[in-house]
C-alpha cells in the first residue's frame, strides 16, 4: 500500500529540547515536503526536498531544520523549540506524471511546545 | 507568486442541502488545481483534482471545474451527507512542470446537520 509514515503522530515537549519527527514514504517519489496547518492560516510549506541531498526552504523555514540522505527519509528537525512551533505538522510527497502533479500526505504529527 | 483563496467558514448546512465552496487563485501559467479533504483527527486526502482548463474533476458526488477565465476551482455537491462534514482545502501546483509544492488555501470547515 502507497502510504507516507510519520512518527510520532503526538508530541508534547518543553522548550528548546530537541525532536526530530520522521517522515518516510514507499513510492519511490522524488519530491518530499513538509508543512504546518495552523487555525486560520492553512497549510504553509517549512521545507522541500526535491531528490536525495537537495532541500531548500518553503514559506516558514525560520525554526526547523531537514535532511534527505535517502530518498524515502525526509525527517523534520527542531533544535530549540519554542512554543510558537506548537502546530499541526503535516510531511508530504508527491510526484508529476502525465495526469498532473498528485502528492500524499502523512496522518499528521501534532506538537505542543510548553 | 502563487496564492488561493477560499471562503471561510465554517459553512454550516443541513443535510440533503446543495453545497458550493468558492476557491479563486493567482498563478503564473497553468497550474494544476486540487481539491484536499480533513476528516476530523486524520490527515489530508485527495478528494479532486482539474490539471487543465475546463477540466472537470470529480470525486463522491462532489465536482469543480477549472475556470481559467475566471480563475476559480469551485467545488460543489449537490446534496450533502452528515459524513461529508470536514475541512476542505483548495489547493494548486505550480506551473513550472515537474513536482513541486502545493500552495494551500486558508480551509473551509464544512459542518452537515442532520
Known amino acids: 500500500e502507497a502510504q507516507v509514515t510519520q512518527n510520532p503522530r503526538y508530541l508534547i515537549t518543553v522548550t528548546g529540547k530537541k525532536l526530530t519527527v520522521t517522515c518516510s514514504q514507499n513510492?519511490?517519489?522524488?519530491?518530499m515536503s513538509w508543512y504546518r496547518q495552523d487555525p486560520g492560516l492553512g497549510l504553509r510549506q517549512i521545507y522541500y526536498?526535491?531528490?536525495?541531498?537537495?532541500?531548500d526552504k518553503g514559506d516558514v523555514p525560520e525554526g526547523y531544520k531537514v535532511s534527505r540522505k535517502e530518498k524515502r527519509n525526509f525527517p523534520l528537525i527542531l533544535e530549540s523549540p519554542s512554543p510558537n512551533q506548537t502546530s499541526l505538522y503535516f510531511c508530504?510527497?508527491?510526484?508529476?506524471?502525465?495526469?498532473?502533479?498528485?502528492?500524499?500526505f502523512g496522518q499528521g504529527t501534532r506538537l505542543t511546545v510548553v | 507568486g502563487n496564492s488561493v483563496t477560499q471562503m471561510e467558514g465554517p459553512v454550516t448546512l443541513s443535510e440533503e442541502a446543495f453545497l458550493t465552496i468558492n476557491c479563486t487563485y493567482t498563478?503564473?501559467?497553468?497550474?494544476?488545481l486540487f481539491w484536499y479533504v480533513q476528516y476530523p483527527g486524520e490527515g489530508l486526502q485527495l478528494l479532486l483534482k482539474?490539471?487543465?482548463?475546463?477540466d472537470k474533476g470529480s470525486n463522491k458526488g462532489f465536482e469543480a471545474t477549472y475556470r481559467k477565465e475566471t480563475t476559480s476551482f469551485h467545488l460543489e455537491k449537490g446534496s450533502v451527507q452528515v459524513s461529508d462534514s470536514a475541512v476542505y482545502f483548495c489547493?494548486?501546483?505550480?506551473?513550472?512542470?515537474?513536482?513541486?509544492?502545493?500552495?494551500f488555501g486558508k480551509g473551509t470547515h464544512l459542518i452537515i446537520q442532520p
Open positions: 508530504a510527497s508527491s510526484y508529476t506524471g502525465v495526469r498532473g502533479t498528485e502528492a500524499f
Open positions: 513510492m519511490n517519489h522524488e519530491y
Open positions: 526536498s526535491m531528490n536525495v541531498e537537495v532541500t
Open positions: 498563478a503564473t501559467g497553468y497550474p494544476s
Open positions: 482539474a490539471t487543465k482548463a475546463d
Open positions: 489547493a494548486l501546483s505550480g506551473a513550472g512542470g515537474g513536482a513541486d509544492g502545493l500552495t
